[in-house]
Protein backbone atom coordinates (compact mmCIF):
# COMPACT_ATOMS: atom_id res chain seq x y z
CA UNK A 1 0.00 0.00 0.00
CA UNK A 2 1.19 3.49 -0.96
CA UNK A 3 2.22 5.73 1.63
CA UNK A 4 -0.42 8.83 1.72
CA UNK A 5 0.54 12.71 1.22
CA UNK A 6 -1.69 14.22 3.88
CA UNK A 7 -1.64 11.59 7.13
CA UNK A 8 -4.37 10.99 10.35
CA UNK A 9 -6.82 13.42 10.85
CA UNK A 10 -8.60 9.92 12.69
CA UNK A 11 -10.78 11.00 15.79
CA UNK A 12 -11.28 7.08 16.76
CA UNK A 13 -9.11 4.35 16.33
CA UNK A 14 -8.61 0.55 17.38
CA UNK A 15 -5.42 -0.63 16.25
CA UNK A 16 -5.95 -3.80 18.47
CA UNK A 17 -9.06 -6.17 18.53
CA UNK A 18 -9.85 -10.08 18.83
CA UNK A 19 -12.38 -11.94 17.08
CA UNK A 20 -12.95 -15.50 17.66
CA UNK A 21 -10.47 -16.37 14.90
CA UNK A 22 -8.39 -16.78 18.17
CA UNK A 23 -10.03 -15.88 21.28
CA UNK A 24 -12.10 -12.86 21.21
CA UNK A 25 -16.20 -14.13 21.14
CA UNK A 26 -17.14 -12.08 18.20
CA UNK A 27 -17.25 -12.67 14.62
CA UNK A 28 -15.17 -10.36 12.24
CA UNK A 29 -18.34 -9.05 11.22
CA UNK A 30 -20.22 -8.64 14.22
CA UNK A 31 -17.13 -7.14 15.41
CA UNK A 32 -16.94 -4.14 12.73
CA UNK A 33 -20.81 -3.78 13.28
CA UNK A 34 -19.69 -2.88 16.81
CA UNK A 35 -17.16 -0.44 16.20
CA UNK A 36 -19.19 0.82 13.22
CA UNK A 37 -21.71 1.61 16.67
CA UNK A 38 -18.74 2.89 18.31
CA UNK A 39 -18.22 5.35 15.47
CA UNK A 40 -14.37 3.78 15.22
CA UNK A 41 -13.03 5.30 12.02
CA UNK A 42 -10.14 2.83 11.60
CA UNK A 43 -10.00 -0.48 12.74
CA UNK A 44 -7.10 -3.22 12.64
CA UNK A 45 -8.00 -6.94 13.48
CA UNK A 46 -4.94 -8.16 15.59
CA UNK A 47 -5.91 -12.28 16.21
CA UNK A 48 -3.07 -14.05 17.79
CA UNK A 49 -1.39 -15.46 15.65
CA UNK A 50 -3.35 -15.48 12.57
CA UNK A 51 -4.83 -13.37 9.82
CA UNK A 52 -7.52 -15.48 8.90
CA UNK A 53 -10.32 -13.23 9.64
CA UNK A 54 -9.04 -10.42 7.72
CA UNK A 55 -10.77 -11.43 4.66
CA UNK A 56 -14.08 -11.02 6.22
CA UNK A 57 -13.61 -7.84 8.86
CA UNK A 58 -11.92 -6.08 5.68
CA UNK A 59 -15.34 -6.39 3.73
CA UNK A 60 -17.32 -5.48 6.47
CA UNK A 61 -15.52 -2.65 6.92
CA UNK A 62 -15.56 -1.52 3.40
CA UNK A 63 -19.52 -1.62 3.36
CA UNK A 64 -19.75 0.41 6.98
CA UNK A 65 -17.25 2.78 5.55
CA UNK A 66 -14.35 2.10 7.95
CA UNK A 67 -10.92 1.97 7.18
CA UNK A 68 -9.32 -1.22 7.82
CA UNK A 69 -6.09 -2.63 8.20
CA UNK A 70 -5.29 -6.56 8.00
CA UNK A 71 -3.40 -7.53 11.40
CA UNK A 72 -2.21 -9.68 13.45
CA UNK A 73 -0.87 -10.11 17.25
CA UNK A 74 2.67 -12.30 17.40
CA UNK A 75 3.65 -14.49 19.54
CA UNK A 76 7.56 -14.04 20.19
CA UNK A 77 10.02 -14.90 23.40
CA UNK A 78 12.92 -12.31 24.51
CA UNK A 79 15.33 -13.38 27.25
CA UNK A 80 13.00 -15.91 28.36
CA UNK A 81 9.20 -13.54 28.48
CA UNK A 82 6.32 -14.13 26.17
CA UNK A 83 5.99 -10.99 24.23
CA UNK A 84 3.23 -9.38 21.70
CA UNK A 85 4.10 -8.36 19.03
CA UNK A 86 1.52 -6.45 16.72
CA UNK A 87 1.58 -6.03 13.50
CA UNK A 88 -0.02 -3.22 11.11
CA UNK A 89 -0.89 -3.49 7.26
CA UNK A 90 0.10 -6.86 6.48
CA UNK A 91 0.11 -8.67 3.19
CA UNK A 92 -1.86 -12.35 4.24
CA UNK A 93 -0.13 -13.70 1.39
CA UNK A 94 2.97 -12.58 1.91
CA UNK A 95 5.34 -16.45 2.37
CA UNK A 96 7.47 -15.30 5.42
CA UNK A 97 4.93 -14.13 6.80
CA UNK A 98 2.63 -17.62 6.11
CA UNK A 99 5.56 -19.96 6.74
CA UNK A 100 6.05 -17.55 10.10
CA UNK A 101 2.38 -18.32 11.15
CA UNK A 102 2.15 -22.10 9.99
CA UNK A 103 5.06 -22.58 12.07
CA UNK A 104 3.84 -21.03 15.69
CA UNK A 105 0.57 -23.19 14.56
CA UNK A 106 2.47 -26.43 14.70
CA UNK A 107 4.21 -24.90 17.82
CA UNK A 108 1.01 -24.47 19.24
CA UNK A 109 -0.51 -28.17 18.25
CA UNK A 110 2.46 -29.75 19.14
CA UNK A 111 2.24 -28.31 23.11
CA UNK A 112 -1.28 -29.09 23.51
CA UNK A 113 -0.44 -32.60 22.24
CA UNK A 114 2.50 -33.01 25.20
CA UNK A 115 0.32 -31.63 27.55
CA UNK A 116 -2.12 -34.17 26.62
CA UNK A 117 -0.02 -36.50 26.75
CA UNK A 118 1.24 -35.47 30.31
CA UNK A 119 -2.21 -35.66 31.71
CA UNK A 120 -2.77 -38.58 30.57
CA UNK A 121 -0.28 -40.34 32.05
CA UNK A 122 -1.44 -38.59 35.31
CA UNK A 123 -4.39 -40.38 34.65
CA UNK A 124 -6.40 -38.01 33.19
CA UNK A 125 -8.88 -38.48 30.25
CA UNK A 126 -11.93 -37.03 28.51
CA UNK A 127 -13.52 -34.48 30.40
CA UNK A 128 -11.46 -34.87 33.48
CA UNK A 129 -8.79 -34.10 31.17
CA UNK A 130 -10.63 -30.82 30.19
CA UNK A 131 -11.33 -29.73 33.73
CA UNK A 132 -7.62 -30.14 34.94
CA UNK A 133 -6.62 -28.27 31.83
CA UNK A 134 -8.93 -25.54 32.70
CA UNK A 135 -8.10 -26.08 36.52
CA UNK A 136 -4.13 -25.07 35.71
CA UNK A 137 -3.02 -28.37 36.87
CA UNK A 138 0.65 -29.05 38.95
CA UNK A 139 3.28 -28.42 37.08
CA UNK A 140 3.67 -31.88 35.73
CA UNK A 141 1.48 -31.33 33.00
CA UNK A 142 3.48 -27.83 32.37
CA UNK A 143 4.68 -27.73 28.35
CA UNK A 144 7.28 -24.91 28.03
CA UNK A 145 6.13 -22.63 24.84
CA UNK A 146 9.01 -22.74 22.06
CA UNK A 147 7.99 -19.06 20.49
CA UNK A 148 9.89 -17.93 17.61
CA UNK A 149 13.17 -15.01 18.87
CA UNK A 150 11.73 -11.28 18.11
CA UNK A 151 14.09 -10.61 15.28
CA UNK A 152 12.32 -12.92 13.22
CA UNK A 153 8.42 -12.10 13.93
CA UNK A 154 9.71 -8.51 13.55
CA UNK A 155 11.14 -9.45 9.64
CA UNK A 156 8.30 -11.86 8.85
CA UNK A 157 5.84 -8.21 9.57
CA UNK A 158 8.58 -6.43 7.85
CA UNK A 159 8.47 -9.40 4.62
CA UNK A 160 4.50 -8.58 4.48
CA UNK A 161 4.89 -5.29 4.68
CA UNK A 162 3.50 -4.07 7.58
CA UNK A 163 4.90 -2.44 10.62
CA UNK A 164 5.92 -3.81 14.02
CA UNK A 165 4.35 -2.59 17.46
CA UNK A 166 6.01 -4.20 20.61
CA UNK A 167 1.63 -4.58 22.51
CA UNK A 168 1.06 -3.75 26.26
CA UNK A 169 4.70 -2.89 27.70
CA UNK A 170 2.81 -2.20 30.87
CA UNK A 171 1.68 -5.79 31.73
CA UNK A 172 5.62 -7.27 31.09
CA UNK A 173 6.95 -8.32 34.70
CA UNK A 174 10.12 -6.85 34.46
CA UNK A 175 12.33 -3.92 35.93
CA UNK A 176 12.06 -0.48 34.17
CA UNK A 177 15.61 -1.30 33.25
CA UNK A 178 14.66 -4.55 31.41
CA UNK A 179 11.70 -3.06 29.12
CA UNK A 180 13.80 -0.20 28.30
CA UNK A 181 16.64 -2.65 27.29
CA UNK A 182 13.32 -4.39 25.39
CA UNK A 183 12.25 -1.11 23.49
CA UNK A 184 15.76 -0.50 22.68
CA UNK A 185 16.50 -4.18 20.77
CA UNK A 186 13.19 -4.07 19.60
CA UNK A 187 13.83 -0.88 17.58
CA UNK A 188 17.41 -1.85 16.58
CA UNK A 189 15.61 -4.81 14.74
CA UNK A 190 12.95 -2.70 12.88
CA UNK A 191 10.08 -2.51 15.27
CA UNK A 192 8.47 1.05 14.73
CA UNK A 193 5.69 1.43 17.61
CA UNK A 194 4.62 1.51 21.10
CA UNK A 195 1.28 0.86 22.17
CA UNK A 196 1.35 3.74 24.52
CA UNK A 197 -3.01 4.23 24.91
CA UNK A 198 -4.78 0.89 25.93
CA UNK A 199 -7.92 0.06 27.52
CA UNK A 200 -7.00 -0.25 31.33
CA UNK A 201 -3.81 1.47 31.23
CA UNK A 202 -2.94 3.80 34.13
CA UNK A 203 -2.06 7.23 33.75
CA UNK A 204 1.18 6.21 35.26
CA UNK A 205 1.67 2.69 32.99
CA UNK A 206 0.36 5.85 30.05
CA UNK A 207 2.99 8.11 31.29
CA UNK A 208 6.36 5.51 31.19
CA UNK A 209 4.94 4.03 27.87
CA UNK A 210 4.97 7.66 26.27
CA UNK A 211 8.34 8.56 27.49
CA UNK A 212 9.77 5.10 26.23
CA UNK A 213 8.41 5.73 22.74
CA UNK A 214 10.33 8.84 22.80
CA UNK A 215 13.40 7.76 23.76
CA UNK A 216 13.26 5.18 21.51
CA UNK A 217 11.92 7.20 18.65
CA UNK A 218 8.78 4.54 18.66
CA UNK A 219 5.37 5.94 16.90
CA UNK A 220 2.54 5.70 19.63
CA UNK A 221 -0.54 3.06 18.76
CA UNK A 222 -3.26 2.74 20.81
CA UNK A 223 -6.42 0.52 21.05
CA UNK A 224 -8.60 -1.78 23.19
CA UNK A 225 -7.43 -5.52 23.20
CA UNK A 226 -11.06 -5.80 22.96
CA UNK A 227 -12.20 -9.86 23.56
CA UNK A 228 -15.63 -9.67 24.30
CA UNK A 229 -18.65 -7.33 24.73
CA UNK A 230 -19.31 -6.27 27.97
CA UNK A 231 -16.70 -5.53 29.83
CA UNK A 232 -16.96 -1.44 30.57
CA UNK A 233 -12.96 -0.87 31.18
CA UNK A 234 -11.80 -2.49 27.72
CA UNK A 235 -14.89 -0.56 25.29
CA UNK A 236 -14.06 -1.14 21.41
CA UNK A 237 -12.68 2.51 20.18
CA UNK A 238 -10.20 4.75 21.65
CA UNK A 239 -9.43 8.37 20.62
CA UNK A 240 -6.55 9.26 18.71
CA UNK A 241 -5.04 12.36 20.34
CA UNK A 242 -2.12 11.37 21.97
CA UNK A 243 0.69 13.18 24.65
CA UNK A 244 3.26 15.45 23.44
CA UNK A 245 5.72 14.42 21.09
CA UNK A 246 4.48 11.00 20.05
CA UNK A 247 4.18 10.32 16.24
CA UNK A 248 0.85 8.62 16.00
CA UNK A 249 0.33 5.02 14.26
CA UNK A 250 -1.43 6.24 11.07
CA UNK A 251 1.01 9.01 10.48
CA UNK A 252 3.97 6.72 10.94
CA UNK A 253 1.93 4.48 8.33
CA UNK A 254 1.04 7.29 5.96
CA UNK A 255 -2.49 6.80 6.05
CA UNK A 256 -5.40 9.49 5.74
CA UNK A 257 -8.94 9.26 6.61
CA UNK A 258 -10.63 7.38 3.30
CA UNK A 259 -8.15 5.17 2.22
CA UNK A 260 -9.76 1.75 2.05
CA UNK A 261 -13.10 2.66 1.56
CA UNK A 262 -14.30 2.28 -1.97
CA UNK A 263 -15.32 5.52 -3.49
CA UNK A 264 -19.01 3.83 -4.00
CA UNK A 265 -19.55 3.27 -0.30
CA UNK A 266 -18.50 6.96 0.57
CA UNK A 267 -21.28 8.07 -1.42
CA UNK A 268 -23.68 5.81 -0.22
CA UNK A 269 -22.37 6.95 3.70
CA UNK A 270 -23.16 10.74 1.91
CA UNK A 271 -26.59 10.53 0.84
Same mark, same amino acid.
Given at each position: ???????? !?????? @??????????? @? &?PAELVALAAARQVQL?????? &???????? *?????????? &???CAAELTALWR /?????????????? %??????? @?? !???AQRIARIRAIGARLARCGL????? %???????? #??????????PALEPTIAAIGAAG?? *?? $????????? #?? /?? @? *???????????? *? /? $??? #??? !????AAASRAAALAR??? $?AGSCGSDFHLPGLPWRPLGRFAKLPEGIVPMPERLGLRPGFGVPPAAHAALAS
Open positions: MAAMDAPQ !GYERID @LHTHSNCSDGA @L &DLALTDH &DTTAGCDA *AGRACAAQGI &DFL /GHEIHIVGLRLDPA %APLLVAH @LQ !GVLAGEAM %AEAVLARP #SQRAAVAAEWGL *AV $LAHPHRLKV #SA /GT @L *AELCGQFRDAGG *A /G $LEV #SLA !GMSPRFG $L
